[in-house]
């Protein structure tokens, strides 16, 4: 009576048991459906575009193609002061920085072995004028040739000659600027040893600058025909037209590249010898799709912009960027297309796609 009994308890546990995981099921399921319900809409990482927010319209422009080339900022009138004589520097009288005008004392040089040579010339000038004087009397009354008078004169011009040179010498002790300017540096400092060569101060002229780069032979046609060139300076974010693009005519037999001067604007501000910058010639025309740099948003090896769609909704997208074009822009390679909107402002458009991201539970 047992054996039979106990299948049949058996098969009642299972039905028990069976029943109670298909209700935990169902449950665990319409609980699973009823989270995820509220969270489908914002499956999506967009955002509407908050009000005044700029976009601009992707589109080829005509731009003017450039070969780029790494330059340097020069000044077109710069003098470095070298001493003219021997001696030991007494006076300094201005630093880098200091503007001067041409003839202002700069520094000067303690000269009295100069000046003690430039005595000496004097005196033997004295007395080779006064045997010029009495052979010359000498000679008119006969008592003296021709040779004699010849020789006086030639002795006294000598000496007039070594007594100029003697003074000039003494009065290279002061050293003068050479051109209104401004010292760009100091070469020698208070006590030190002043010899002739020894550079001194270097002077330059503020009011015309020019930039220095390196062209490939290769470029040299297309630029000459051209002309034109635009100087960039990186840092600050400035183009400034050349008012004159000058050719070197020869060329560096290493390298094969010919040295350009682009010449700059007058009196500009902002700019001082030795300053990096970036040459472009132009060298034709053509479209490019091209976006302002200041909605391109940098992260480490990452460029994208935002783009925003037809319902005010932004999105970052990565793109891969080209050169600098001329007036600034910078050409887009891939990441966008003609007719994108491209928000103008990367970090207000940020911001906004932030705040509007639901809060995670």
Do not use: C
Request: glycine letters at 8%.
């Amino acid at each position: 009576m047992r054996i039979q009994t106990l299948p049949t308890t058996l098969r009642r546990l299972l039905v028990a048991l069976l029943a109670g995981v298909g209700l935990a099921t169902a449950g665990v399921m319409a609980q699973a459906q009823a989270n995820k319900a509220p969270q489908a809409p914002a499956t999506a990482a967009v955002s509407a575009a908050p009000a005044g927010l700029e976009t601009e319209v992707a589109q080829p422009r005509e731009v003017e193609l450039t070969y780029p080339a790494e330059a340097v900022v020069e000044a077109v009138r710069q003098a470095t002061v070298a001493a003219q004589v021997q001696g030991r520097v007494v006076e300094v009288s201005v630093d880098a920085g200091a503007r001067v005008k041409q003839g202002e004392p700069l520094m000067r040089i303690d000269a009295r072995e100069a000046g003690e040579n430039a005595a000496a010339a004097q005196a033997q000038l004295v007395q080779a004028k006064a045997h010029y004087e009495r052979t010359k009397n000498l000679v008119a009354q006969k008592f003296m040739s021709h040779s004699a008078l010849d020789q006086a004169e030639a002795n006294y011009k000598a000496a007039r000659a070594a007594a100029g040179a003697s003074g000039a010498t003494v009065s290279h002790a002061n050293v003068t600027a050479p051109m209104t300017g401004i010292v760009s540096e100091r070469h020698t400092e208070l006590g030190e040893m002043a010899t002739p060569g020894k550079a001194l101060i270097t002077v330059f002229d503020p009011k015309g600058m020019r930039v220095i780069a390196s062209v490939p032979q290769f470029k040299l046609a297309e630029i000459r025909k051209a002309g034109k060139a635009r100087v960039e300076f990186p840092e600050s974010g400035q183009w400034i037209d050349a008012t004159r693009v000058e050719i070197l005519p020869s060329a560096d037999p290493r390298s094969h590249t010919v040295t350009a001067r682009l010449y700059l604007p007058d009196n500009l501000e902002g700019v001082i010898p030795g300053m990096a910058a970036r040459a472009h010639f132009v060298a034709g025309q053509g479209a490019k799709l091209t976006v302002p740099p200041g909605a391109v948003l940098r992260r480490g090896e990452v460029t994208a912009v935002y783009v925003v769609d037809d319902k005010n909704n932004s999105r970052l997208r990565q793109v891969r960027l080209g050169e600098a074009v001329a007036g600034g822009r910078i050409e887009v390679l891939a990441g966008i297309k003609p007719g994108d909107r491209v928000a103008l402002d990367p970090v207000k458009a940020g911001i906004a796609l932030k705040q509007s991201a639901p809060a995670k539970p």
